[in-house]
């Protein structure tokens, strides 16, 4: 029978309550079945940052990336929390884990899902996936200041957008749009970032020439947020860079029923490393430890997680469940517990 190794990091905050529920909806979809998780957990984040000092150590990395795949709850402390400013949970631990692990694919589905309370008064249907790429753009940490503090500061974080870097994710969003609708929407701001942009765009171009059958479509990413909006079902693939691809995801998480149903892959389609799953929100310090999280966003993530594993059936497993779970939720408040369960019962009836 075959063996995944999967790396566990429940992280922060929500992280552990919502990852319990995910695991436990990974263990109904996958009993019984010829495939074994072999699970290692890691405690990483800012508690673990805040007991030790570590972020994430060369062991760590090494013992992660030996992985099949990766699941990952959220890290990161409460916004402003002055023992964490030296830390950077943000970018020496997630951002790191992305980079050194190549994860190029950021990939972020929306769906409305029937019966979810969203709030646009005529959604119609919304079924799209951001390809955010992970590597570059503004995140890198290309940049720095001088004169800091003082009133003569100068403070640059350079975007970085490598031929190399776009064209792998451009081409990865034109795959991915021939096995849906067909349709890929460019996003980015070339009427201002015109080295950023040209590059993008100059791309996107090339590489539609391989799919001729795909529509291709240019947005600047202000309008994008206003038809993310006013008329999201005219979005099948959206292709971006990273900083846009974050902020777009958040509010198409919100247009889509809540962030609570998110779910995103850092994907390393290559395969040379493991692909990390997780849901699109963060540790929300605000709710944490209440039993008030919605899991479902990391359960999402698990569907994404069996699906990169070549487990299609288990994915659909998962994802029928949460439909089902979704329709008829209702309105009286649960735990995030009994959401957990009441996907896990679905998922093994
Ligand atoms: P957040 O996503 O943690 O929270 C934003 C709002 O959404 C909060 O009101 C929160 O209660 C709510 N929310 C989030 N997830 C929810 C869920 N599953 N169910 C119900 N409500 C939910 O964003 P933030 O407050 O900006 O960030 C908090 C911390 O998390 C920061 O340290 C940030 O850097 C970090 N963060 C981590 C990740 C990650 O690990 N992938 C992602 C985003 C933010
Ligand atoms: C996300 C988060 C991260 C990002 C942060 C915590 C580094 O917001 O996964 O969307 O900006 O990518
Ligand atoms: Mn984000």
């Known amino acids: 029978s075959r063996v995944v190794k999967l790396a566990v990091i429940p992280g922060d905050g929500i992280g552990p309550e919502v990852i319990t529920e995910a695991e436990k909806v990974l263990d109904a979809a996958t009993s019984g079945g010829d495939v074994r998780f072999e699970r290692t957990r890691f405690s990483l984040g800012a508690a673990r940052f805040l007991e030790?000092?570590?972020?994430l150590t060369d062991t760590d990395l090494d013992a992660i990336r030996s992985h099949d795949a990766i699941l990952l709850g959220a890290v990161g402390g409460v916004p402003?929390?002055?023992?964490?400013k030296d830390a950077n949970i943000e970018r020496g631990l997630l951002l790191k884990l992305r980079f050194e692990l190549d994860h190029y694919v950021n990939l972020r589905p929306s769906k409305l899902y029937p019966g979810v309370p969203g709030p646009l008064a005529a959604p119609g249907d919304i079924d799209f996936v951001v390809v955010r790429e992970g590597t570059e753009g503004p995140y890198v940490g290309n940049g720095g200041s001088i004169r800091t503090g003082t009133p003569h500061e100068v403070a640059n974080e350079t975007s970085v957008n490598t031929a190399f870097g776009v064209e792998r994710v451009v081409r990865y969003a034109f795959e991915l749009a021939e096995r849906r609708s067909?349709?890929?929407?460019?996003v980015h701001k070339t009427n201002v970032l015109v080295h950023?942009?040209?590059i993008w765009k100059r791309l996107v171009d090339e590489v539609a020439l391989e799919h001729p059958d795909v529509a291709v479509d240019y947005l600047h990413v202000d309008a994008a947020t206003i038809f993310l909006v006013t008329n999201p079902g005219r979005f099948d693939v959206i292709v971006t860079d990273?900083?846009?691809g974050?902020?777009?995801t958040d509010l198409a998480g919100a247009v889509t029923g809540?962030?609570?149903l998110a779910a995103s892959g850092n994907i390393n389609p290559d395969g040379a490393f493991p692909s990390m799953f997780e849901p699109v929100h963060g540790s929300a310090p605000d709710i944490a430890g209440q039993q008030k999280a919605d899991p479902t966003a990391a359960i999402l993530s698990v569907s994404l997680l069996l699906d990169h594993l070549g487990l299609h059936d288990e994915a659909q497993r998962v994802t029928a469940a949460v439909e089902d779970d979704i329709a008829n939720r209702g309105t009286a408040p649960r735990t995030t517990t009994e959401i957990g369960d009441a996907?896990?019962?679905r998922v093994s009836a």
């Open 258 to 260: 809540g962030i609570g």
């Open 80 to 84: 402003g929390d002055p023992r964490l």
């Open 242 to 244: 990273n900083l846009f």
């Open 196 to 198: 950023a942009g040209g």
């Open 182 to 186: 067909k349709k890929l929407t460019l």
């Open 52 to 55: 030790t000092g570590e972020t």
């Open 246 to 248: 974050d902020i777009l």
């Open 343 to 345: 996907i896990a019962a």
